[in-house]
């Protein structure tokens, strides 16, 4: 059965990534994935209750990204319909494409520490359609994008999923994790830029055209500044309302969302009804990208089946017996999240190894947050970010291995090899 279950894993990431090719929409491969792993499981099972009760679990966790994925994104749209990105946009004056890129790194890095690397991702691919005509810029600037946001919140403990984890389960602290992992992860953004930023040279900025819509759908600098703010107070103060209530975040986008719902209804009561639908966030949901939502879905039960069948927890033992070297362990856990989520990876390194072994803030733990957080950006759909990107401006699995993987894997081992440098010298 295992075997099987590997087998069919690997034909549909393949089929994932020859999309084009094969003219298979990704996300129908991703629920026939799903569909296919989850039966072959329930048949090779004796024990039917207990894959039922799996399935619930996984469900579960897919449901809170699902809803905290298409909350993040309607409230973008909402920020968008409402021109609200021209409060930042019109604030950018360059006209090579190098410096926005420069910029857009930045930006994305520590936007990416606050929030979280899928938010970050949503907001700043949605704000590179409102300054970028061109698709083959903003192909590359997306590609930009995932690699900053998944190495700004590799270094603080709200800012990546892994790390969260590793910060609740007490492997790592707050202020150790900081100061460990943030020259690291500059380094991790810092080359793909430098690298970047050298192809485009000189090349201008080609901002698109508003169209005749936008015009007459004009909204006024109150309801773009207030719709923005509100937006991306929204978005910040989900970590804040998640380690009050102890919530999962999910439940924070939801309430942010109704909050934004009723002041958006308020803002617009007394306006034409013509105007007030094309504003309204019941719009909104209508114009979020289902697809990637699908793709989502399909994509975390899939490797659920790995996770619940000790698949990627056998792989980490063999790494284990085979390799001896934590270095390079961790290092490969990091390339293998390029491929595989990188959450299940991390949850079966916890559970290998005890804190009775390896104390808080050991080096096994803040490169593992390290290699985990930023292996991902070496394929498309080895993070979260990656994956939004990829359903927002419909990236090509073979596009974004040509053009940005070579850049992101520069990254992760400039910014590996300077951690354990560094890790020797000051330990």
């Not at 810029?137 to 995932?146: H, K, P, S, T």
């Not at 050298?198 to 015009?215: N, T």
């Not at 000790?310 to 284990?320: F, K, P, R």
Request: contains cysteine.
């Amino acid at each position: 059965m295992l075997t099987a279950l590997i087998l069919v894993f690997v034909l549909t990431y393949a089929a994932i990534a020859l999309e084009h090719p094969l003219q298979v929409n990704k996300s129908a491969s991703a629920l026939l994935g799903a569909g296919l792993l989850w039966t072959l499981y329930a048949l090779g099972s004796n024990d039917p209750q207990q894959v039922s009760h799996q399935l619930s679990e996984s469900l579960n966790s897919t449901a809170q990204i699902v809803f905290f994925l298409m909350g993040a994104m309607t409230i973008v749209e909402v920020v968008d319909a409402h021109n609200g990105f021209e409060v930042i946009t019109s604030r950018i004056r360059t006209s090579k494409l190098s410096k926005l890129m420069w910029l857009v790194g930045f930006v994305t890095f520590f936007l990416s520490s606050i929030l979280d690397n899928l938010t970050t991702a949503i907001v700043m691919v949605s704000l590179m359609k409102k300054l970028l005509a061109k698709r083959e810029d903003r192909l590359f600037f997306a590609g930009i994008i995932v690699i900053a946001a998944n190495a700004g919140g590799a270094w603080t403990p709200i800012g990546d999923v892994t790390t969260t984890m590793l910060w609740i389960g007490g492997q790592i602290t707050a202020l150790e994790i900081m100061k460990g992992l943030f020259i690291p992860s500059m380094i991790n953004l810092l080359v793909p830029l430098a690298v970047t930023s050298w192809m485009l040279g000189s090349k201008p900025v080609l901002a698109p055209q508003r169209d005749d819509a936008e015009i007459l759908f004009e909204t006024s600098e109150f309801e773009r500044k207030l719709m923005f703010f509100l937006g991306l107070s929204i978005l910040v103060a989900v970590p804040a309302f998640k380690t009050i209530t102890h919530l999962p975040p999910f439940m924070g986008i939801l309430f942010g969302l109704g909050i934004l719902w009723l002041v958006g209804d308020l803002v617009h009561r007394k306006e034409e009804d013509l105007r007030k639908a094309r504003l309204t966030l019941a719009r909104a949901l209508t114009r979020i990208d289902m697809s990637s939502v699908v793709f989502f879905i399909g994509i975390l039960l899939s490797v659920a089946v790995l996770e619940h069948t000790h698949i990627l927890s056998s792989i980490a033992q063999w790494l284990d017996k085979t390799v001896g070297r934590q270095d390079i362990i961790v290092m490969l856990i990091g390339l293998v999240s390029a491929v595989v989520d990188n959450v299940p990876l991390v949850a079966a390194s916890m559970g290998m190894y005890s804190l009775e072994q390896y104390p808080p803030d050991s080096f096994l733990w803040e490169f593992m947050a390290y290699c985990a957080g930023t292996g991902g950006s070496i394929l498309i759909i080895g993070s979260a970010a990656g994956v939004a990107a990829m359903g927002l401006e419909k990236i090509d699995f073979i596009w974004y291995m040509r053009k940005i993987s070579a850049l992101a894997l520069l990254g992760y081992l400039a910014g590996a090899i300077f951690y354990i440098v560094e890790y020797q010298l000051l330990h």
